[in-house]
C-alpha cells in the first residue's frame, strides 16, 4: 500500500518557522521526485517546492523563495519541508505528493503538480499573532 504522511504542521507567529515532514511507506522516497504544495481556505492550489528524483535539485515558488527548503532524509525515507520566517500569507493545508511514473513533474525549471500521482492528506498551517 503506497501512501504519504505529512506532519509538522500547527500555529505559530509570523517570522516563525516550522519543519514540515513527508513520510512513505510502502515506497522509497528518494527514488522519486516530491513536491509541496498548499491550498489556503477559498484557493486555488498552489505549488510550494520540489526535490527530483535523482539530482536532488529543488525548485520553489517565488512567494517562498528564500524562506523556505525543501530536504531529503534517505536514512528516514522522509522529505522536509523548513519554512522560515513565516508570514500570514503562508496559512493554508500543506501536502506533499510523489511522482511514481517517472514523468517530467520537477525539472530544473518547473514542477508540474499533474504529474505528481500519490498525494498524503495534508497538514494544516495557520500563521497568526
Known amino acids: 500500500h503506497l501512501q504519504l504522511v505529512e506532519s509538522g504542521g500547527g500555529l505559530v507567529q509570523p517570522g516563525g518557522s516550522l519543519r514540515l515532514s513527508c513520510e512513505a511507506s510502502?515506497?522509497?522516497?528518494?527514488?522519486?521526485?516530491v513536491g509541496w504544495f498548499r491550498q489556503a481556505p477559498g484557493k486555488e492550489r498552489e505549488d510550494v517546492s520540489c526535490i527530483t528524483r535523482r539530482t536532488s535539485s529543488t525548485i520553489y515558488a517565488d512567494s517562498v523563495k528564500g524562506r523556505f527548503i525543501i530536504s531529503r532524509d534517505r536514512a528516514k525515507n522522509l522529505v522536509y519541508l523548513q519554512m522560515n520566517n513565516l508570514k500570514p500569507e503562508d496559512t493554508a493545508v500543506y501536502y506533499c505528493?510523489?511522482?511514481?511514473?517517472?514523468?517530467?513533474?520537477?525539472?530544473?525549471?518547473?514542477?508540474?503538480?499533474?504529474?505528481?500521482?500519490?498525494w498524503g492528506q495534508g497538514t494544516q498551517v495557520a500563521v497568526s499573532s
Open positions: 505528493a510523489a511522482d511514481l511514473e517517472g514523468n517530467p513533474s520537477c525539472t530544473s525549471n518547473r514542477m508540474t503538480s499533474a504529474f505528481f500521482g500519490t
Open positions: 510502502g515506497f522509497t522516497l528518494d527514488s522519486y521526485a
